[in-house]
């Protein structure tokens, strides 16, 4: 092994300074781009534990990382979620963020709130009850609005993403719009991306970036907001008021400046969401968990690949 870096900089120069932290790989939905209706999971003796997490996370903090974002599976559906959480908020450097898909989110909002998360990401790809259904197979679309509003009224920083796909939910670009401006929160569509099960779905499911902008430019004009040079998203400020952002990983990915590495909720740690091999730190002491942060800066591709097997749900999306 080379000399340990004090900081995560891979050799091409990316500083990794964010983490996807998986807490599980089930979940509450069966959304048609991520998890077949028939997926298997981890048996849970396989989980992370909280002291394991907080162990894990806290060393990436020394090296580096600054935030960590909560997410899965549905996270809300990990048993020890509290445990896990009150674990992690004792790490100060730490901003801790959450990605879920909003069934469970309004009764975990006070814990939340008390474990310092106040940014939260929740997916929300339709407004209409049977087209949620047929993305998601999940009946509970009254729920994750209700939880919405409450989040957004209890002071939480929220956007919304919507994997926006031909013939399922496009005919809802606008109407996302409008309701992420009258909740005053940021609506981010995403670009159908060919990992896992996704890449069962009809070619023509996918639409690019552009055509949802070419297609939100007939309604409103678009001014370009900045946003950090890692961001995954490119913002617009709409002439309605509303602000939304594209998530172009597979028209424009964002490779040269990605910042992020996983930790699946069995412990493998990875590099890049595009690539299947990552380092088991189950069982690893802290000295040979330091050698597998070293390892696997040299495992972060310049590029992409085009697909990937594993699913969203497996690793951490
Ligand atoms: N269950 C939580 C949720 O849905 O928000 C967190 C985990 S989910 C895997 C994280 C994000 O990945 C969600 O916003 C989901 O829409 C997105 N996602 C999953 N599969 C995707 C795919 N094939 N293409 C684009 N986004 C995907
Ligand atoms: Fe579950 Fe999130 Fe995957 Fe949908 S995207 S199936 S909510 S993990």
Redesign the pocket.
Known sequence: MGPINQQLIDPQGRVIRKLRL?LTDR?N?R?R???PPDAEFLSSDRYLQPNEYRDIVAELAELGIQQVRL?????LLRREFPEIVTALATIPTIELSL????LLLEPHLSLLKNAGIHKL???L?SLQAATFHRITYGHALERVLQAIAQAVQQGFQVKL???VMRGWNDHELVDMVAYGKQLGVEVRF?????????CQ?PQNAFISAQEMLARLQEHYQLTSIPSPRDSTAFRFRTSCGATIGF?A?ESQPFCGHCSRWRLSADGILRACLFREGGIALRGMNAQQRQQAYQQLLGMKPAVRGQTVSH???QI??
């Open positions: 998986s979940c939905l959304c781009y991520c998890m997410t899965g599976g549905e996270p990605t879920t898909n909003g990401n929740i997916s790809d993403n919507m994997v995403l670009e159908l991306m060919r990992v896992g099960y996704a779905l998530i990983s699913a969203m749900y951490g999306g």
